[in-house]
């Protein structure tokens, strides 16, 4: 099993353009999430969806867009970066019920808005 | 509210030390879950332990031990004989429910040879 991966590892964006970070999981897991980390500041909820066809909102999801279209495939969106969204972008699974309690993450999205 | 302390931004020591990683918490759910996970130099993020909040026990993991108290809502994490390969930042977090996880803003731990 691959795990949680997430595509592309890297990525340098001019404010302004946009951009769709792609996260598979092949746990057959229900929950998704992203987060983004930033220095001193841990990881925050930006979204996340409880099954195939579900978004809600997290913590912080202003100027961020999620699909899940698929079960496997959790979607982020950046319609306009700004430098604010430079950041380490991690996505993760967990299951349902007391299996799903830890989540599994993947190996993150270093961003870069110019 | 809920929230995740982590006091300690950085600590270093020398290999073969004894280190605890200090965690406090605060909720006001009577049901809740605990983990730490660790990020090594190389990014991701790997899962430790978690406890839930009617578990009271410590527990040991070969040099790692975890002790949560209740009483002062803490959950601190020891390293006994600290190893180079133990340098990552540690982070502690609380789990109300899928989508109630709070993370601690991180303890980078250094391990001198």
Known sequence: NAGVTQTP????LKTGQSM?????????HEYMYWYRQDPGMGLRLIHYSVGEGTTAKGEVPDGYNVSRLKKQNFLL???????SQTSVYF??????????????FGPGTRLTVT | AQKVTQA???ISVVEKEDVTLDCVYETRDTTYYLFWYKQPPSG??????????FDEQNEISGRYSWNFQKSTSSFNFT???????DSAVY??????????????SGTKLNVKP
């Open chain 1, 20 to 28: 769709t970070l792609l996260c598979a999981q092949d746990m057959n």
């Open chain 1, 91 to 104: 996505c993760a699974s967990s299951d349902t019920g007391q299996a799903g309690l830890e989540q599994y």
């Open chain 2, 79 to 85: 390293i006994t004989a600290s190893q180079v390969v």
């Open chain 2, 8 to 10: 300690q931004t950085e």
């Open chain 1, 9 to 12: 590892k890297f990525r340098v």
């Open chain 1, 77 to 83: 969106g950046l319609e306009s970066a700004a430098p």
């Open chain 2, 91 to 104: 982070f502690c977090a609380l789990r109300r429910n899928f989508n109630k996880f709070y993370f601690g």
């Open chain 2, 44 to 53: 991701e993020l790997v899962f430790l332990i978690r406890r839930n909040s």
